[in-house]
Each structure stands twice: as C-alpha cells, then as structure tokens.
C-alpha cells in the first residue's frame, strides 16, 4: 500500500506570498493518477490539479502542480485571502484504490 | 448544473445500520464510477469504495469489506451505500464524488451527509 506523506504540516504565510506544498509518496505512484484538492472549512473538498500537473476546470492559474515518481509539489504562486485552506495529495492505486496525504494546513500568518 | 446531493446519514447505534443515497444531476450519470469518500471529524479524507458506471466493477477500502455495500440506479441517478454493523470509528462525514475519466481524480463533490455512530 503507498504512504502519501505530507509537508508540512502547517504553512503560515501572508497574502500575496508564495506557497510551496509537497507530497511524497513511499513508492513511485505514476503522473496521471496524481490530484490535488482544497478543503475549506464546513466544505466538500475541491479538485485542483489531476495529473500532477493539470488545471481542472475553472481554477486559477496562481495553482501549478508539478513532480514524478514519489516527490510532487503544489505551487500557489501568490496566495489571495480564499485560498487559506487545508490541501490534501491523492493517488490512485492498483486494486484499485484512492490513497489521500494526512493534509497541509495553509493558514494566514 | 453538475451536481450531487447526499441523504441519509443520521445518529445510529453501534452494531447498528444505515443507508446512504447520493442523488446525481446533470450529466450522462451511467458513464461516471462513482465513489464514495468520508471524513472523521478534525481528520482527513479516506476512500470508502467505488462503483464503474455499470456495476460491473465495485471496490471496497479494507476496513469496510463486508460491512457496506455499494449499489446504483442509473433509471434513478442515484448511488446507494449500505453500512452495516457500524462502528464509532465510521462516524464521519460521507461525499459522494464522480470519477474523472482516465486520470481517476474526483471532479465533482456532493456536500456531504454526516454519521454519528454512538450510543
């Protein structure tokens, strides 16, 4: 079973700074089944980045993904006031199965 | 509007039973797996199971195996999800999310449905 780790744990950060996410996975997970989501509080989470790198629809391009085989990192170029929120990493598996990180906190410093 | 609407959760006994529906719109449902996602609470987010478009394929995390149960009406666009013999630690909230063609990331959440296991 692949491990999706985290860091870190919490980033504090103020507006208009860059944030720098990353998830690192105990085995080599492949490009295409890499996401990344943001969850704000009391919300369902949002899909960002699929592929490890591909914008889903409608998000701003201050979001970029990047990465292979276990290391993959999530840019958010200039943080805006919405995007303080919790990220979370997920690959998909064989077996098949969706494996999601234990979450990075971007909070405002 | 793409959308999914969740029902059903509620407060249930341990060893108890209960039954999740996510009611799907705007789009061809029949051609979308589907899964379901939950989250305890302060915690993060766990794959429960998933469903292929025609049932032919369904998948369950190992701690759920033979305790729930994942079903859908296409006639319907609905997803169901049979929980049973639950435990504390399956209190959660609960998402339905379609599946993205091909790359298996979850484009569309529904809001969720909250379970509250205790007695």
């Known amino acids: 079973e692949i491990v999706l780790t985290q860091s870190p744990g919490t980033l504090s950060l103020s507006p208009g700074e860059r944030a720098t996410l990353s998830c690192r996975a105990s085995q080599s997970v492949s490009s295409s089944y890499l996401a990344w989501y943001q969850q704000k509080p009391g919300q369902a989470p949002r899909l960002l980045i699929y592929g490890a790198s591909s914008r889903a629809t409608g998000i701003p391009d201050r979001f970029s993904g990047s990465g292979s085989g276990t290391d993959f990192t999530l840019t958010i170029s200039r943080l805006e006031p919405e995007d303080f929120a919790v990220y979370y990493c997920q690959q998909y598996g064989s077996s098949p199965t969706w494996t999601f990180g234990q979450g990075t906190t971007v909070e405002i410093k | 509007e793409v959308q999914l609407v969740e029902s059903g959760g509620g407060l249930v006994k341990p060893g108890g039973s209960l039954r999740l529906s996510c009611a799907a719109s705007?789009?061809?449902?029949?051609?979308?797996?589907m899964n379901w996602v939950r989250q305890a609470p302060g915690k993060g987010l766990e794959w429960v199971s998933s469903?292929?478009?025609?049932?032919?394929?369904?998948f369950y995390a190992d701690s759920m195996k033979g305790r729930f149960t994942f079903s859908r009406d296409n006639a319907k666009n609905s997803l169901y999800l049979q929980m049973n013999s639950l435990r504390a630690e399956d209190t959660a909230v609960y998402y339905c999310?379609?599946?993205?063609?091909?790359?298996?990331?979850?484009?569309?959440w529904g809001r969720g449905t909250t379970v509250t296991v205790s007695s």
């Open positions: 705007g789009f061809t449902f029949s051609t979308y797996s």
């Open positions: 999310a379609r599946v993205y063609w091909g790359v298996h990331a979850m484009d569309v």
């Open positions: 469903i292929s478009g025609d049932s032919s394929y369904i």
